[in-house]
């Protein structure tokens, strides 16, 4: 079956840096876009990022600028490279991707942005 799981999420004080990953199985992984969300407490979920089996990348407005989507096939990972982080990107990241209609999520890794 698909499962999704992510890591590299942390407390990390304002302007710091942080790599998260997402490992996927169960899919033929190169076929299919890939995304980021989060989620704050309260707060609605939101796209962060997608990136295509080519490589074409779109960003959500808070985050373009300071946040990186990429992918390896050959490893069938994705990962998100943010910058310059602020509290408000505080939330839940979650990567998820669609297959046949059905939408897969990870359990998400938390990311904290706190002095």
């Known amino acids: 079956q698909v499962q999704l799981v992510e890591s590299g999420g942390g407390l990390v004080q304002p302007g710091g840096s942080l790599r998260l990953s997402c490992a996927a199985s169960g899919i033929r992984f190169a076929i299919y876009t890939m995304a980021w969300y989060r989620q704050a407490p309260a707060k609605a979920r939101e796209l962060v990022a997608t990136?295509?089996?080519?490589?074409?990348?779109n960003y959500g407005d808070s985050v373009k600028g300071r946040f990186t989507i990429s992918r390896d096939n050959t490893k069938n990972w994705v990962y998100l490279q943010m910058n310059n982080l602020k509290p408000e990107d505080t939330a839940l990241y979650y990567c998820?991707?669609?297959?046949?209609?059905?939408?897969?999520w990870g359990q998400g890794t938390q990311v904290t942005v706190s002095s």
């Open positions: 990136i295509t089996p080519g490589g074409r990348t």
């Open positions: 998820k991707v669609r297959v046949a209609s059905a939408d897969y």
